[in-house]
């Protein structure tokens, strides 16, 4: 397998360190409670598809690989404050699954491989829980670990406040981790750009996307690649990656990510079809670059994440009366108090990113009545070390703004002459991964996003490739 970074070479994932700042963070919330606290959590196990003897994709428990950095099916995790002593249990051993599967971690091995105070098999689960002081904290009772539940407390609100905390604070080890997630991802998109002259179908966009991060040693996707070209752009999630390339359509968008070892990253980018920028989706490219960009001018630690946004929608506003897309008889105050931008600019700024695509603690509240905060996937201050994503885009969907356009008080401000000229451009969106510094931030999205970068690199593919790929797929 591929490496993964050279700085963490010999270097053990830091659980302990990260049950530590659970425990702070418990602290904060609740100090009596944290007092004499021990969490428990079970990772997932492979399980078995409905009447069939294979098993499903894996997928570790987030909040377990927090506490452990342990991937292995069927394992557990115990921190017991008092000792300050982290346990992880691997699966009882299988003699007749090593016929199948191979000889499992031993003890020593995971020994050397985690950073646990003990390593024991999930046999020596029920004593250790019996010598608490009092039931262990844990996320859930599940079919995992439902013979352990008289000894376990689920679902406290306390607890999953702290763990949401921790997980929003990345160390130099998870941002070692989502730097490499990043590299990767930077690699496949460039290899998209690059092979357009064979990709005639979204499906083939996914397929190289997803060919070259296995190549790169990322097996997982941060979550489903999406892949869309024209009008299909307009959908947010659009995974159905099932239409035609077609040259009448002009535009594509692809928004995938590849995992490393359980930390994601999520990266947007669009380009024309041919290397050939149509006017209208070269216009709403560089309207959401500049979105972008006036955002990082004010990204860092202590900023609203809400004011954020509102200032990519201010700057749309203002883009949007330079190309006569709204009229400039009102001023920009006026449009975005009517919130005419917010089907054209939908979802929220970005979110939270970590080991979950839309990581914790970013305290949405989807119940709010105002149109252009509701989708909105953070909603606090800025802090060093978090890691977000920047990502404005603009679209044109006829489902989306059917509302806005019969709408009088919104449609005023729209030149809908104008707007026709852009139907077809579908949607444009630029996505970066982003670490908060102490006095600033880092991209770790290196993949280019200059438009007339991207041209040259899509013509060059032609030029190179399109002879010998013509017949090809």
Known sequence: MPDGPKSLEGKKYPAKSHAHNVLSHLKKKNSAKAQEVSFFISGEDLE???YCDQTRPFRQNRYFFYLTGNNIPGSHVLYESVKDKLTIYLPN????????????LSKDEAAKKFDADEIKYAADIINDLKGLLSKACTTDINKFNLEFKDYLVEKDDDFFYALDEARAFKDDYEIELMRHAAKITDNCHLAVMSALPIETKETHIHAEFMYHALRQGSKNQSYDPICCSGESCSTLHWVKNDGDITPDKRSVLIDAGAEWDCYASD??????VNGEWA??????YNLVLKMQ???YKLMKPGVEWEDLHLKAHRVLIEEFQQLGIFKNEYSVDEVFKSKASARFFPHGLGHMLGMDTHDTAGYANYSDP???LCYLRIRRKLEPNMVVTNEPGCYFSPF???ETLNDPLKSKYINKDVLDRYWYVGGVRIEDDVLITKDGYEIFTKVTKDPKEISEIVKAAYERGVKSYHNVV
Do not use: Q
């Open 267 to 272: 990266v947007t980018r669009c380009f024309p």
């Open 400 to 402: 989306l703004l059917e």
């Open 279 to 284: 006017k209208e989706h070269l216009e709403i």
């Open 293 to 295: 960009e006036e955002v």
């Open 48 to 50: 078995l598809y409905k």
């Open 370 to 372: 105002d149109p252009l």
């Open 93 to 104: 051993v299988d003699k007749e699954d090593i016929m199948w599967s191979g000889l499992p």
